[in-house]
């Protein structure tokens, strides 16, 4: 069984199109995130939500937007795409904080906007 | 604020060798240090963690210590095979509030057999 899920796994797409990645975790987290990885690897958080609850919103245009509609799935809408959201996007969930709990990720959602 | 600080890579390394990355955090207080790895065309995974000064992290024979004097946490292996060639991301978490996680900017390596 998949802990965390992604999909679709590649999304190839034309600027200016509207796209969504749904992300599942079956490990009864109650903290979802998205990241978002570049072409160098650097990973940058973009998203997270505690139970339902968005808590951490960094510098992302607003043309992201995530929807938690229940605490085992954060959805990424992407609203008229452009070149530079070409990257892999990771979810990622956690339990809630209690010590040092670690993140576990899901396989990435390649996409592709030309 | 909080940041993470890796050497840049890549870094090639022949089978058998030793490994170093260096990795140094920035952090007001104590957070938890983290080193996950990344396959190729796979999420990241834990590698291993520390959650206080002095405490040493091991798993598949890496190991990383966390040093506070020196704010650092370097990743070492004593001796690298083909399939540890990955990327590596050092990450810190503030305890015991706040939900992020901190990755440095991430160490490719490859081994050569």
């Known amino acids: 069984d998949t802990a965390v899920s992604q999909t679709p796994k590649y999304l190839v797409t034309q600027m200016g199109n509207d796209k969504s990645i749904k992300c599942e975790q079956n490990l009864g987290h109650d903290t979802m995130y998205w990241y978002k990885q570049d072409s160098k690897k650097f990973l940058k958080i973009m998203f997270s939500?505690?139970?339902?609850?968005?808590?951490i919103n960094e510098t992302v245009p607003n043309r992201f937007s995530p929807k938690s509609p229940d605490k085992a799935h954060l959805n990424l809408h992407i609203n008229s795409l452009e070149l530079g959201d070409s990257a892999v996007y990771f979810c990622?969930?956690?339990?809630?904080?209690?010590?040092?709990?670690?993140?576990?990720f899901g396989a990435g959602s390649r996409l592709t906007v030309l | 604020g909080n940041s993470v600080t890796q050497m840049e890579g890549p870094v090639t390394l022949s089978e058998e060798a030793f490994l170093t990355i260096n990795c140094t955090y920035t952090?007001?207080?104590?957070?938890?240090l983290f080193w996950y790895v990344q396959y190729p065309g796979e999420g990241l995974q834990l590698l291993l963690k520390?959650?206080?000064?002095?405490d040493k992290g091991s798993n598949k024979g890496f190991e990383a210590t966390y040093r506070k004097e020196t704010t650092s946490f370097h990743l070492e292996k004593g001796s690298v095979q083909v399939s540890d060639s990955a990327v590596y991301f050092c990450?810190?978490?503030?305890?015991?509030?706040?939900?992020?996680?901190?990755f440095g900017p991430g160490t490719r390596l490859s081994v050569l057999p």
């Open positions: 520390a959650t206080k000064a002095d």
């Open positions: 990450a810190l978490k503030k305890p015991p509030l706040g939900q992020n996680f901190v």
């Open positions: 990622a969930s956690s339990p809630r904080d209690a010590g040092a709990n670690v993140l576990t």
């Open positions: 939500y505690n139970n339902k609850e968005l808590i």
């Open positions: 952090a007001t207080g104590y957070p938890s």
